[in-house]
Every structure is written in structure tokens, then in C-alpha cells.
């Protein structure tokens, strides 16, 4: 069933698309699946232990990383351990840690190695 108004996929623009998986793949402490497709290389990142995926990091000429612009928030477990992986693999804390009103979780946001803004949030 189409869920209308709800993300189906993101792309998180590289320049350096192997830099990039092997951020991705440390911070998130999980494997990216590498892909062609349409010509375009990507890297998958995967929804945890489910087969499906909701995004990928790709290398294309006419889409350039930046931190302005729409900002992707990825789900994890324990955001202080991710924020601080981010860090100690070139990138740079943006938002530290943060408290969403209502119980609703906590959100950061950091810079990735490829100059991105993205996001994480945690219900915990």
C-alpha cells in the first residue's frame, strides 16, 4: 500500500563514494551493499537486520555534497556511540545531542567526510 507523503527513498550526494561507504559502514557498524545502477554507483544502506533499504550514498556529476539544504535523519540504537564514531572518522558535530519535546526521542546532526549535514535520532 502507498503510504503518500512518507520518504521511499534518500541519496546522500559523494564525491569520494568508497571514502564515503567506508564512514558510513564505521559510524553505522554495519556493511553498505555496493551497487550499479543506471550507471550510477551507490552504496545501500541497509534497514538493520530487514532486507529492505531506504537510501544510499551516491557519486554523481550533477548533485555535490553540502551541508545546506535537505537534511536526512537515520534511525539508530545508541546516538552518542554513532555522533562520537562520526568524529573520530572525520567528521564534525553539528547539533550535539538534543532532547525532542513530549518523550518523542533525541535528535544530533553531524557533518560526514564528504561535507554533508545529516541527521540521527534515537528514542533513547
Do not use: H
Not at 545546506?68 to 545508541?78: M, P, R
Not at 554513532?82 to 544530533?108: E, H, S, W
Request: proline share 7%; charged share 25%; with cysteine.
Amino acid at each position: 500500500m502507498l503510504n503518500p507523503n512518507v520518504p521511499a527513498w534518500f541519496e546522500i550526494p559523494t564525491d569520494d563514494l568508497d571514502r564515503a561507504q567506508r564512514f558510513y559502514e564505521t559510524i553505522l557498524a554495519q556493511p553498505l551493499l555496493r551497487e550499479r545502477f543506471e550507471g550510477t554507483d551507490i552504496a545501500v544502506l541497509r534497514g538493520g537486520d530487514k532486507p529492505n533499504s531506504s537510501g544510499a550514498l551516491v557519486a554523481m556529476d550533477d548533485c555535490r555534497p553540502s551541508v545546506q539544504g535537505s537534511i536526512v535523519y537515520l534511525s539508530v540504537a545508541d546516538l552518542d556511540t554513532v555522533l562520537q564514531r562520526a568524529q573520530t572518522n572525520g567528521g564534525d558535530t553539528l547539533v550535539p545531542r538534543t532532547a525532542l519535546p513530549a518523550g518523542m526521542g533525541f535528535f544530533a546532526q553531524f557533518r560526514d567526510c564528504e561535507g554533508n549535514r545529516v541527521g540521527l535520532w534515537s528514542p533513547k
